[in-house]
Structures are given as structure tokens and as C-alpha cells.
């Protein structure tokens, strides 16, 4: 069974940063996708950002230019690195891991495969 922990959310003021990570616990493979994703209050879930094994990496609009993905296959651990964060960036931010994956569905956020429980990430303006 492989699970995905999040952790390094947290609260800062608007300007901040942050860095998220993901730790996958069992090595599945070396084709994968896994991303970002966030839902906000009142919100549907968004795709944020999401990495293949390639290393070739998408983005949603909003983040762009503020948020980096980068991962570490040495320890299954995948990082979102968060600056000038914004009140608007303020959602509960969850990890997925795809490891079947189409690529255009990867870039496109639509992945099928294990979620992690989320870690919460607060922006006071």
C-alpha cells in the first residue's frame, strides 16, 4: 500500500513562503506523475502543479512564476516551494502520486492513483 505524507504547511503573512513535501513510502517504479493540488474554503479541488519522471513540470495560471515543484528520487520525496504567497493561495494543499500515467492527463492535473491527507497552509494579508 503506498501512502503520502505531506507536511510544511503552515501560516505566514502575505509576501511569505513556504515549502511543502512529500514523502511516497514504497519506490513504485520509474514512470510516474505526481503534483500539487489545493482546495480552498468553499472551493473545489485545483491542480497546482505536477511533475513527471522526466522531470518536466506544469503549472496552474495562478501560480505561476511564485511556485516551484521539484522532487528528490534518492527519497521518493516530492517539494512544492511556495513564495510570495497571496490570501488567495490559503487551502488545505494535498499530494498525489499517478503511477500509470497518461502524460497529457499529468500536465492537464487529472491524475488516478494515491492522495495523501493534506496539509493546511494559511495566508493572512
Not at 505531506?6 to 511516497?24: D, F, I, K, T, W
Not at 500539487?36 to 474554503?41: I, K, L, N, S, Y
Not at 496552474?60 to 521539484?70: H, L, N, Y
Not at 494543499?93 to 494559511?122: E, I, M, N
Amino acid at each position: 500500500q503506498v501512502q503520502l505524507a505531506e507536511s510544511g504547511g503552515g501560516s505566514v503573512q502575505a509576501g511569505g513562503s513556504l515549502r511543502l513535501s512529500c514523502a511516497v513510502s514504497t519506490y513504485q517504479g520509474s514512470n510516474y506523475c505526481m503534483g500539487w493540488f489545493r482546495q480552498g474554503p468553499e472551493q473545489e479541488r485545483e491542480g497546482v502543479a505536477t511533475i513527471d519522471s522526466d522531470g518536466r513540470t506544469a503549472y496552474a495560471d495562478s501560480v505561476k512564476g511564485r511556485f516551484t515543484i521539484s522532487q528528490t528520487r534518492a527519497n521518493n520525496t516530492v517539494y512544492l516551494q511556495m513564495n510570495n504567497l497571496k490570501p488567495e493561495d490559503t487551502a488545505l494543499f494535498y499530494c498525489a502520486a499517478d503511477y500509470s500515467p497518461d502524460l497529457v492527463a499529468c500536465y492537464a492535473f487529472r491524475l488516478h492513483g494515491y492522495w495523501g491527507h493534506g496539509t493546511q497552509v494559511t495566508v493572512s494579508s
